[in-house]
């Protein structure tokens, strides 16, 4: 069997202006039909890397090729097998969504018969039948966001660059699109994804890359990047202030609650670490224990020095 060839080629990218650099040597593959998130504080690079791959900014050096075709020699052959979200919406809002999702079957140059299916069956998608012959002015942000989103698949694109697509939607709205971007994904679509919404990187993504200063800084699975760092650990509710006592005694690399009757205890996430936060507990006196480990917050800021910072744009209901 023929192994496929990655979805995303990426060996060496940099990028400057002026004596700014803004992406340094970065290496990045990205499998066909997966999701890959790009996190990142603001200024790292994400949106130059999606500007670039998607031909819309030359590269200053570096190996680059998408869906199969060199984003140099051959951009028309990447931009025919691409779809692009921004962060802005790319609607026209004078017009109806029907008539915004016709225009964008024109300028893709798809046939008669196949832009009235693919119009219709898009509408019908992103439940949008009922505003289809609205102006896009007075859609919602949700319903802005989800007629954007089927703009860039008016021509089934096989690689999907969507960049922060969720910046100011409520959690609803949010979610709606994940539940999008997931059927694409089902369906064989190959999914770069930037975001500042953690949850939204742990929620999709098959690999998720952190960028910061230019640079890949740590790559992996949204599990293997949370055993990076510490931040695992076992929170033991107890009957009685004597059990916690005695437990605290036990452990006192421990952070008790006197009041709650609680007593956190780091630990690795191992079962053998388990064994031995419960070494010398009292069963009697235990009413209760959680598992917790490190989370994408935790990742973020022990690999970047900072918080993750919340977009600023207003959340937009639905």
Same mark, same amino acid.
Not at 63 to 73: L, M, S
Not at 175 to 187: F, K, N, P, S, Y
């Given at each position: 069997?023929?192994?496929?060839?990655?979805?995303?080629?990426?060996?060496?990218?940099?990028k400057?202006? &002026?004596?700014?650099?803004?992406?340094?040597?970065?290496?990045?593959?990205?499998?066909?039909?997966?999701?890959?998130?790009?996190?990142?504080?603001?200024?790292?690079?994400?949106?130059?890397?999606?500007?670039?791959?998607?031909?819309?900014?030359?590269?200053?050096?570096g190996?680059?090729?998408?869906?199969?075709?060199?984003?140099?020699?051959d951009?028309?052959?990447v931009?025919?097998?691409?779809?692009?979200?921004?962060?802005?919406?790319?609607?026209?809002? %004078?017009?109806?969504?029907?008539?915004?999702?016709?225009?964008?079957?024109?300028?893709?140059?798809?046939?008669?018969?196949?832009?009235?299916?693919?119009?219709?069956?898009?509408?019908?998608?992103?439940? %949008?039948?009922?505003?289809?012959?609205?102006?896009?002015?007075?859609?919602?942000?949700?319903?802005?966001?989800?007629?954007?989103?089927?703009?860039?698949?008016?021509?089934?694109?096989?690689?999907? *660059?969507?960049?922060?697509?969720?910046?100011?939607?409520?959690?609803?709205?949010r979610?709606?699109?994940?539940?999008?971007?997931?059927?694409?994904?089902?369906?064989g679509?190959? !999914?770069?994804?930037?975001?500042?919404?953690?949850?939204?990187?742990?929620?999709?993504?098959?690999?998720?890359?952190?960028?910061?200063? &230019?640079?890949?800084?740590?790559?992996?699975?949204?599990?293997?990047?949370?055993?990076?760092?510490?931040?695992?650990?076992?929170?033991?509710?107890?009957?009685?202030?004597?059990?916690?006592?005695?437990?605290?005694?036990?452990?006192?690399?421990?952070?008790?609650?006197?009041?709650?009757?609680?007593?956190?205890?780091?630990?690795?996430?191992? !079962?053998?670490?388990?064994?031995?936060?419960?070494?010398?507990?009292?069963?009697?006196?235990?009413? &209760?224990?959680?598992?917790?480990?490190?989370? %994408?917050?935790?990742? *973020? %800021?022990?690999?970047?020095?900072?918080?993750?910072?919340?977009?600023?744009?207003?959340?937009?209901?639905?």
């Open positions: 069997m023929t192994a496929t060839r990655p979805a995303i080629e990426v060996v060496g990218l940099t400057s202006y &002026g004596d700014h650099t803004v992406l340094d040597g970065v290496d990045l593959t990205v499998p066909e039909g997966t999701v890959y998130a790009l996190l990142g504080p603001n200024g790292a690079g994400k949106t130059t890397i999606v500007n670039i791959l998607s031909t819309l900014l030359a590269p200053d050096a190996e680059i090729r998408v869906a199969g075709f060199d984003v140099r020699r951009p028309g052959g931009r025919a097998a691409i779809g692009v979200t921004g962060q802005f919406s790319a609607i026209d809002e %004078l017009l109806t969504g029907r008539e915004n999702l016709r225009l964008m079957a024109d300028l893709t140059h798809l046939g008669r018969a196949a832009a009235a299916t693919a119009v219709t069956v898009l509408l019908e998608r992103f439940d %949008l039948v009922g505003a289809a012959d609205r102006r896009a002015q007075t859609y919602s942000g949700g319903m802005k966001r989800r007629l954007d989103l089927a703009m860039t698949l008016i021509t089934r694109p096989r690689l999907i *660059f969507l960049d922060e697509p969720t910046t100011g939607l409520d959690p609803r709205s979610r709606d699109l994940w539940t999008i971007v997931r059927e694409q994904v089902a369906d679509v190959t !999914v770069l994804l930037t975001t500042q919404y953690l949850e939204e990187a742990d929620q999709l993504a098959d690999r998720i890359g952190v960028l910061d200063g &230019g640079r890949l800084v740590a790559e992996g699975t949204a599990a293997q990047l949370k055993r990076r760092v510490p931040g695992g650990h076992v929170s033991v509710q107890f009957t009685h202030a004597a059990a916690l006592a005695a437990a605290a005694a036990a452990h006192p690399e421990a952070t008790s609650d006197v009041d709650a009757l609680t007593l956190q205890m780091p630990a690795d996430g191992s !079962v053998a670490g388990l064994r031995r936060v419960l070494d010398g507990l009292d069963d009697e006196g235990v009413a &209760g224990l959680t598992v917790g480990s490190a989370d %994408l917050d935790d990742v *973020f %800021l022990a690999l970047t020095g900072r918080a993750a910072e919340a977009p600023a744009a207003e959340e937009i209901p639905a």
